[in-house]
């Protein structure tokens, strides 16, 4: 049995879904996205773009609840993000 | 950001109708804060509905000083510390503009330090986004006015010994309407604050503490971008109106961030671009 | 060029504030982007500089870290306009100069009436522009000494004077002081002994911190007084104290 | 007298320019640098930053030029030997106060690493277009002396040298390096403090009351005497006589002003230094500076091997200029060729001291690299082949201008 209330107005309360578009080229791997990624979408990827950095890699798409803080902390204008609709709030989502 | 539009934008990083792409990639380092101030500039500028034929952006030299070159606006890169000057003229010539003065620390404080004090003093209605890497970046790491006490750069290698300036108390005592200072990191307070300096009639300075990856960092064994970034996570404290003369930033102590001076005095040209931009010049 | 009756004047407040501070002539430089005559020179009986108008205080910066025994008094009369950079960055660093800021804004009225409106050459209508608040500026700077007088406070000047002297490091003098030639004379009026009464009646002495009100404007009194009095390290003690904290004895105290 | 030996740096190093400057500057006794970062010079101020602190000499960077030339003013009248280092905008910036130094004569040294230009221009790359603006840059009469070194080496020794004539004549000498010089790195032999002659100002020792700042004996340089001794000293920028006392407009007599340029005119051949190589005999003589006059030795090799008798003349001293030198060399050459990075300077001080009798032939470059040698060669095949005199100074079509304008 969970632990956690379930809130009356759950049924009311959407949740953003959004989708994480990474330029992997204009990337020099500075890892601000990642970092401060509420949820934890990003993580270091193992390849190299042309100028011989990691870029970012998305490993949980379906945890972005496209805050956009990736997009503009992004340096180098190589990530954004895209509204993909909503989704019902559940606990623990 | 204008969430909904940029938002349901697919084909690009929805600043780039505001940048000269085919100048991108920019040359900033990797980890460098000015790609990060640029995009609240721009965030900034979106939410303020602005005419854009109507801003104008003035960057002196340094690495800040590069804005100008990257922004797709009617844009001046200007004279070493003559971004204030230069910008003057343009206000006082077209008040219909709004005019954005774009540079850094050494160009705007140090070398343009007496134009800051004169156009604060004058209030001429300029919005400056200065930001504040500590370090002459673009020459190669010398010491500049704003570098912390003891801190190594190329010109001090024995560690810096004189006090630097205080950014914020120097533009309230020589006269800015509005004063703010945050850190690269703080974006999104960092946009609201270009967009109350923009709409305050006066001069407005936002001062933006943004982490040298190149230089200060690597001379002060700090790590990469990354890691500053995290410093300023941990030692920012957010204390809107406390007095500018407790501003300091000491060499890897507590920074004071937030809103600190917002308030009237006569301007010259005072609105921006508003009906009281018909006064003579 | 200054009036001369005002520098007359002056230069006689420097040799009572000269003479209090017990430096020794011989020690004493004044560096001035305006110009004293031979003859007031030789009577104060130091080595004086006359430099380009702005150049001043770096000037006289040069010349205090050229030769560390000397004292350097710089008078800056132009109202930092050209000077402005080089007044904000040697008080950052607390050079150890002595300022006297020679502040010749102008009132229309000179005979008890209060100021409406301040006219200069540039602007003979009325100056649009609000001035410096140079003690406030001074301060928040990190000025060691801070005080205001009028040309007519000569006793508690030539006091400032001296204790500026002695104070170690950047000390600021702002001297409310008429320029008669170019200001008061565009206006048919050249009462000069008129226009210090005025300034003297219209000031209100305050000798504590706070700057912050202490800008000149029009229907207000003059604020005069010693605003500061502190203790700082001055540019080439911490210069020395860094350099030989991190170089140990390596190091070649620069004297 | 030979250098402090305290002072000097001994050995051999693998340095750049900007870094040997620092070092011949410290060798010479300079004790202050006021200087603010600029590129291609940065790295000289950086090495005198780095190793003043072992000499007791003193590194300030100042808030912009102006306060570094001002404040190197005032160190050097207080008795310092005195330096700035800066290139293009900062050189531009310091106008004012060369003119205030030379009219006051007080002895300090610029090195001015040249970049491109005009205004900001090409910061990380060469240019030799400042010549003229270190010659006439500040308003009014004066002379000054300016040097250009082409190697590491010469940045060292020409930098003592720079501080010797400083404070022989009482003068600013520039040492007018360029980015191409500044950042080249080389063998550079720091020698032994006796080996290194310094010269010192020579100061008043008579009695207090008697001083008077500007009199002045055969050698037209006045004895220096310096604040805090209790000379009373009386110094303005203001056109003075020998008190130092402003003179108006009234008494023009006894004015020092002409002074200014006699005391280099009159001295100009004990000050300048020249390179000759096979000057007899020849048609053609290649007149160069700098990094110009390392590029133009591949062509005149080639030329040589053609046939052609070249001469080569290289400017280890620019200003003053050699008049006479050029002038002798005019009655007995077919003509000079000119490279240079600007589109023209020293060009037209060749012409002027020929006097019509050599033709002249400019060879051009915009700025950011070096000349092609097959430009200069291409030049001086061309003044060796005609035989008409020029109306004036030829420009030589390089392959740049060529690319450029077809």
């Given at each position: 049995m969970s632990l956690v209330r379930t809130p009356y107005d759950i049924k009311k309360i959407k949740v953003p879904r959004g989708e994480v578009h990474i330029v992997k080229e204009r990337c020099k791997g500075c890892g601000f996205c990642i970092e401060y990624c509420p949820n934890g979408v990003l993580a270091l990827s193992d390849e190299y773009n042309e100028k011989g950095y990691h870029p970012p890699k998305v490993v949980s798409p379906e945890k972005c609840l496209s805050c956009a803080l990736c997009e503009v902390l992004c340096p180098d204008f190589a990530i954004w993000i895209t509204l993909q609709g909503e989704v019902e709030a559940k606990i623990g989502g | 950001m204008n969430t909904l539009e940029s938002m349901t934008k697919q084909d690009g990083h929805p600043i780039e109708p505001l940048l000269r792409m085919d100048r991108i990639p920019h040359i900033w380092c990797p980890g460098c804060g000015i790609g990060t101030t640029l995009n609240a500039f721009v965030a900034a500028v979106n939410k303020l509905d602005v005419d854009r034929d109507k801003l104008c952006v003035v960057s002196g030299i340094g690495c800040t000083g590069r804005v100008a070159g990257y922004?797709?606006?009617?844009?001046f890169h200007v004279l070493h510390g003559r971004a204030i000057p230069f910008a003057t003229g343009i206000k006082l010539s077209h008040p219909e503009l709004n005019v954005v003065v774009f540079s850094g620390d050494g160009d705007l404080v140090s070398i343009g330090g007496n134009h800051f004090l004169h156009a604060a003093r004058r209030n001429i209605n300029l919005t400056v986004i200065l930001v504040n890497n500590f370090i002459y970046a673009m020459t190669g790491g010398q010491v500049a006015p704003t570098t912390p006490v003891t801190a190594y750069t190329t010109t001090s290698p024995f560690g810096n010994f004189e006090p630097p300036s205080n950014i914020p108390q120097l533009a309230e005592a020589a006269g800015a309407v509005y004063v703010a200072r945050w850190t690269a990191l703080h974006i999104r307070r960092l946009t609201k604050s270009i967009v109350e300096a923009f709409r305050k009639p006066g001069f407005a300075v936002v001062e933006v503490v943004s982490p040298c990856s190149m230089y200060y960092s690597r001379l002060n064994r700090m790590g990469e971008g990354i890691d500053m970034m995290k410093f300023y996570h941990k030692n920012s404290v957010i204390k809107h109106g406390e007095p500018t003369e407790n501003l300091d930033i000491k060499f890897q102590k507590q920074i004071i961030v937030g809103k600190f001076v917002d308030r009237e005095r006569p301007a010259i040209l005072g609105s921006s671009g508003g009906p009281d931009a018909e006064a003579e010049p | 060029m200054q009036d001369m009756a005002t520098m007359d004047r002056l230069v006689g407040i420097f040799s009572d504030g000269f003479g209090k501070s017990k430096f020794p002539r011989s020690k004493i430089s004044l560096v001035s982007d305006v110009l004293l005559s031979p003859e007031s020179v030789r009577k104060l009986g130091v080595d004086f500089f006359h430099t380009g108008r702005g150049y001043a205080i770096p000037f006289g910066a040069g010349l205090k870290l050229g030769n560390l025994d000397l004292k350097v008094v710089v008078v800056v009369g132009d109202l930092l306009t050209l000077s402005g950079n080089h007044f904000l960055h040697s008080a950052r660093g607390n050079m150890d100069l002595v300022i006297v800021c020679l502040n010749h804004f102008l009132y229309k009225k000179v005979g008890g009436e209060d100021p409406k409106v301040r006219y200069s050459q540039v602007s003979p209508f009325s100056g649009d522009e609000e001035p410096f608040n140079i003690p406030h500026l001074a301060k928040s700077l990190g000025a060691v000494y801070v005080a205001r007088w009028t040309l007519m406070h000569a006793g508690q000047l030539a006091n400032s004077l001296s204790e500026a002297m002695r104070a170690k490091g950047f000390s600021v003098i702002e001297v409310i002081a008429p320029g008669v030639n170019y200001f008061l004379g565009q206006r048919g009026e050249r009462d000069v002994s008129g226009l210090l009464e005025y300034y003297y009646k219209n000031s209100q002495v305050r000798n504590d911190g706070d700057t912050q009100n202490a800008g000149i404007g029009p229907d207000q009194k003059i604020i005069v007084g010693r605003f500061v009095h502190k203790e700082r390290e001055t540019f080439i003690d911490s210069y020395n104290r860094q350099l030989e904290q991190v170089m140990k004895k390596k190091f070649r105290a620069y004297q | 007298m030979a250098a402090n030996p305290e002072d000097v740096f001994t050995g051999s190093y693998y340095i750049d320019g900007d870094v040997a400057s620092a070092y011949g500057a410290l060798a010479a006794g300079c004790k202050f640098l006021g200087g603010y970062p600029i590129t291609p010079s940065t790295e000289a101020a950086e090495a005198f930053a780095k190793r003043a602190p072992e000499v007791g000499a003193l590194f300030v960077q100042m808030e912009d030029e102006l306060g570094s030339i001002a404040a190197v003013l005032g160190a050097s009248w207080s008795g310092k030997k005195a330096l700035t280092i800066t290139s293009g905008p900062g050189f531009s910036l310091m106008m004012e106060n060369i003119g205030f130094g030379a009219a006051m004569e007080i002895p300090f040294v610029i090195i001015n690493v040249q970049r491109g230009?005009?205004?900001?221009?090409?910061?990380?790359r060469t240019g030799q277009a400042d010549l003229m603006q270190a010659r006439w840059?500040?308003?009014?009469d004066y002379e000054i002396i300016a040097l250009a070194p082409d190697s590491p080496q010469e940045c060292f020794d020409f930098t003592v040298k720079a501080f010797n004539l400083a404070e022989r004549y009482r003068v600013p000498v520039m040492l007018m390096a360029d980015e191409c010089v500044g950042h080249m790195t080389e063998k550079v032999v720091v020698p032994p403090a006796s080996e290194i002659e310094i010269e010192n100002r020579k100061t008043y020792s008579g009695s207090l009351q008697r001083y008077l700042p500007y009199k002045r004996d055969k050698s037209l340089v006045p004895l220096f005497a310096k604040p805090?001794?209790?000379?009373?000293l009386y110094i303005t920028g203001l056109t003075h006589d020998e008190r130092g006392h402003p003179i108006g407009d009234?008494?023009?007599?006894?004015?020092?002003?002409?002074?200014l340029v006699d005391k280099i005119r009159q001295n100009a051949s004990q000050i300048i230094e020249l390179e000759e190589d096979?000057?007899?005999?020849?048609?053609v003589v290649v007149v160069s500076f700098g990094i110009t006059s390392r590029v133009a030795l591949k062509a005149v090799e080639s030329a040589r091997r053609q046939g052609i008798k070249v001469g080569t003349l290289r400017l280890k001293t620019i200003w003053p200029f050699p008049e006479d030198k050029i002038a002798e060399l005019s009655t007995r050459v077919r003509g000079f060729v000119v490279p240079e990075i600007n589109y023209g300077q020293i060009a037209f001080e060749v012409d002027r001291c020929s006097h019509g009798n050599a033709n002249v032939i400019l060879v051009p470059h915009a700025g950011s690299s070096v000349h092609l040698p097959v430009d200069i060669l291409g030049a001086i095949k061309q003044v060796a082949k005609d035989t008409k005199p020029y109306a004036s100074v030829v420009s030589y079509k390089t392959h740049l201008e060529r690319q450029i304008f077809g």
């Open positions: - | 922004i797709k606006l009617d844009s | - | 230009g005009p205004s900001t221009g090409i910061p990380t840059g500040s308003h009014g805090g001794d209790g000379h009373g009234r008494d023009l007599r006894s004015s020092t002003a002409r002074f096979r000057l007899e005999g020849a048609d």
